[in-house]
Structure formats: C-alpha cells, structure tokens
C-alpha cells in the first residue's frame, strides 16, 4: 500500500455513491435487524444504500496504517470503508479505531470527559447542553402560550400559533414536507414538527 495508490482510490469514495452496510448492522433484512441474522450464521447481504461522503482527508500512512478524517452526512458507515478501501487498494481493510470529532453543530469541544461523570460533578452541571440549544440547523417558530399548549398535545399549529420564525414554512404549493423546531416564549424547546403544503405545522416529536 502507497500514498500514490490511495490518493489514486480517494475519489471513488467522496460524493454520493451506493455503499453496502456490514453484515453486523442495524440495517433491517425482512423486518430482522442485519446483526441478529449475522449472528445466527444466516447468509446476510444489506441492500446497498445511498451515502454522502464531502471530503476524506489522508492524515497519516505508515506500514499497514492508514489514518484518515472523513467528512459525511448521517447513515455512513466507516467500517465499510475500511474494507471497501482495502479491497479497492488489493490488500484487504479492517476498522481499528474511529474518533467521532463533530456531531451536527457539537464538536469534541463540547464532550466531557469520563473523569468528570462522577454523580454530582459540579463541571458535569455545567457542562450540560440545553435542549434550546438543540438543532440549530432548523428552522425554528416561536409559538405564542396557546400554541405551545396546542403542540403539547399533538394538535397542529397555524400562522396564528406563532409569535416569530425564522424560516420560510409559510404554505408553499407542493412544496415538500420540512422539519421546524417549536420553541416557546421561554426559549425551550417544545418540540420538533413537520410543515405540510398547506403551511400548518404538525408536531411529531414533543418535549413537554
């Protein structure tokens, strides 16, 4: 294995692609999770899904190591990586160690670190995310009291539920389905909702 071969086989393995899951996955096979029939000796082939690779990064080759940081959308899978690269490369691959550096808008930055989960841990405390602070990347609607009533029960929000948004889910014709974040007044996170074409907003998940 070279640098010159593996830059050459990079570019197979960035943008969107079809990817075969491993064998030990949860991807389901006939309604069966793919890791229970694997571990039954049963025959198993996961259907190849379609994945989204933006940047894969060589950061270190030594010996039989390859070390690389991977930049991709959720539902990727490293450890077909590892052996799709390998093979690719005639030598065979497996994954020996993944670091996740970045979840969404969390980087390492946010993690704590084990020595600090002791129970009552006054840096455990602080260092707990808010839920406010969850998906900022989605639109979000500030409903008005009678709205956060409303989502806590399911109900589907109009126009009139809503104090303030900052993303366009006002009816659009056949516009496709988007996901909003439900805030209150307060700055909590109510819940998360999908807008139909019609512009009302149905809550699917809800947090109070």
Request: glycine share 14%.
């Given at each position: 294995m070279t640098g010159a071969a593996v830059e050459a086989a990079i570019p197979a393995f960035t943008?969107?692609?079809?990817?075969?899951p491993p064998p030990f996955s949860a991807k389901k096979i006939g309604g069966v999770r793919a890791y229970r029939l694997a571990r039954r000796r049963t025959p198993v082939t996961p259907q190849a899904v379609e994945v989204t690779v933006h940047a894969l990064?060589?950061?270190?080759?030594?010996?039989?190591?390859?070390r690389c940081r991977v930049t991709c959308e959720p539902g990727f899978y490293m450890r077909a990586l590892a052996h799709d690269l390998g093979r690719a490369?005639?030598?065979?691959?497996?994954?020996?160690?993944?670091?996740?550096?970045?979840?969404?808008?969390?980087?390492?930055?946010d993690a704590v670190p084990p020595d600090a989960l002791a129970p009552g841990s006054p840096e455990l405390v602080d260092r707990?995310?808010?839920?406010?602070?969850?998906?900022?990347?989605?639109?979000?609607?500030?409903?008005?009291?009678?709205?956060?009533?409303?989502?806590?029960?399911?109900?589907?929000?109009?126009p009139a539920d809503v104090v303030s948004n900052d993303g366009d889910w006002l009816p659009l014709a056949g516009a496709d389905r988007m996901r909003v974040r439900l805030v209150g007044r307060d700055g909590a996170l109510v819940g998360i909702a999908e807008r139909d074409a019609e512009g009302l907003l149905h809550p699917t998940i809800v947090l109070v």
């Open positions: 943008g969107t692609f079809l990817q075969n990064e060589v950061v270190g080759l030594a010996a039989d190591r390859l490369l005639g030598c065979g691959g497996c994954l020996e160690s993944l670091r996740r550096e970045r979840s969404g808008p969390f980087e390492l930055a707990v995310i808010p839920p406010s602070r969850l998906l900022a990347d989605l639109p979000g609607a500030v409903l008005t009291e009678h709205g956060s009533r409303r989502a806590g029960h399911g109900n589907a929000l109009t």
